[in-house]
């Protein structure tokens, strides 16, 4: 926001100054100020900007991620439900050749 004056150095530059020189002086110091005021604003508002993009990128990537955990959730439970019919499929399987294999051995044939 400008340079930085000290209150010395400040008595100093307005020593040899009368007043039109210390009104000049004055308006100098705060013409650089709202200079530096402008640029802080467009740094401010720039920044809002950014944390406003970053903002709705944090909550797509969370409605993203709550959604992929319901469909892994889905998937889950379709798996669960999967395995249990292949092993109950697996359960009969073996008891049909367990229930056959007294036969087997009392035939001869493609067994």
Known sequence: LGPEIKPV???TIT???D???VVILQRQIMKEQ????EKLEETVISTKHVALTVNEELSLHARLID?????VEFTGSRMQG??????TVFMAVLAFYALLLPFKSGRRGCW
């Open 19 to 21: 007043n039109q020189g």
């Open 82 to 87: 999967t395995k249990h019919i292949w092993s």
């Open 34 to 37: 709202d200079e530096g005021l």
């Open 67 to 71: 959604s992929l955990d319901d469909h």
């Open 9 to 11: 150095d400040a008595v």
């Open 15 to 17: 020593a040899g100054l």
